[in-house]
């Protein structure tokens, strides 16, 4: 597992890129880089602009996945389909649906503020 904390600041995607690179090839998983750090930039880009506070990046090595994870501490969901004639931004998620196995979206636990966003690649067997 690999934590990093960021700031709601738009070099905090350079900075997750980097690690996403670096960890996944420690792991020997060189062949999802590319598309796990085009995900991480788009989840903690969007943590930047519509959350604006700390963000906390986990990476995780599962026994069938690997799975990254962004989670902040703003409170709402997150805009999965919006509407292209009214949104100017939000068709990031769709890059995530496409580049990755799964994704989803947490809400923080009790009566905490945040949520997590995550995607996962399945791993061979």
């Not at 060189?30 to 990476?59: F, G, P, Q, Y």
């Not at 996945?65 to 931004?89: E, K, Q, S, W």
Request: with cysteine; charged share 25%.
């Amino acid at each position: 597992e690999a934590v990093l904390l960021l700031a709601p600041e738009p070099t905090s995607a350079g900075t997750a890129r980097d690690l996403v690179e670096r960890t996944l090839s420690g792991w020997g998983c060189k062949e999802l880089a590319d598309d796990a750090r085009l995900v991480i930039t788009e989840l903690v880009s969007n943590a930047v602009r519509h959350a604006r506070t700390e963000m906390r990046l986990v990476l995780e090595l599962r026994p069938d996945a690997i799975r990254v994870a962004v989670t902040d501490g703003a409170a709402g969901d997150v805009v999965r389909n919006p509407n292209p004639h009214t949104h100017v931004g939000g068709r990031g998620l769709h890059i995530v649906q496409e580049l990755s196995d799964r994704w989803g979206v947490d809400p923080a636990d009790g009566d905490a503020k945040g949520k997590t966003v995550w995607a996962e690649w399945q791993l061979p067997r």
